[in-house]
């Protein structure tokens, strides 16, 4: 079984940075995918970016040149570096963990808002 906690999530200025942190417990392979995920509200979650071992990632066009994904596995720790926020940004973000079999988990979210 694993388990996410989320942490970082907070109030920031348009423009502002945030580092959100999801720590993981349990059995946690280079192999497995990490990533975040965010909830506005009234929309549906979408996937803002990911990471498989330490080099593969993907982003969110959305958010593409502003986020970084990074992860230490050591750690199985996930990480997102959140630069030039803006208020569209503001959302729940939570981590998942897309294991090699196709099983995810889920945290409990971190709320992230954007005043402008």
């Known amino acids: 079984q694993v388990q996410l906690v989320e942490s970082g999530g907070g109030l920031v200025q348009t423009g502002g940075s945030l580092r959100l942190s999801c720590a993981a417990s349990?059995?946690?392979?280079?192999?497995?995918?990490m990533g975040w995920y965010r909830q506005a509200p009234g929309k549906e979650r979408e996937l803002v970016a990911s990471i498989r071992g330490t080099s593969s990632t993907n982003y969110a066009d959305s958010v593409k040149g502003r986020f970084t994904i990074s992860r230490d596995n050591a750690k199985k720790t996930v990480y997102l570096q959140m630069n030039s926020l803006k208020p569209e940004d503001r959302a729940v973000y939570y981590c998942?963990?897309?294991?090699?079999?196709?099983?995810?988990?889920w945290g409990k979210g971190t709320l992230v808002t954007v005043s402008s």
């Open positions: 998942n963990v897309e294991t090699y079999y196709g099983v995810n988990y």
């Open positions: 349990g059995s946690i392979f280079s192999s497995d995918t």
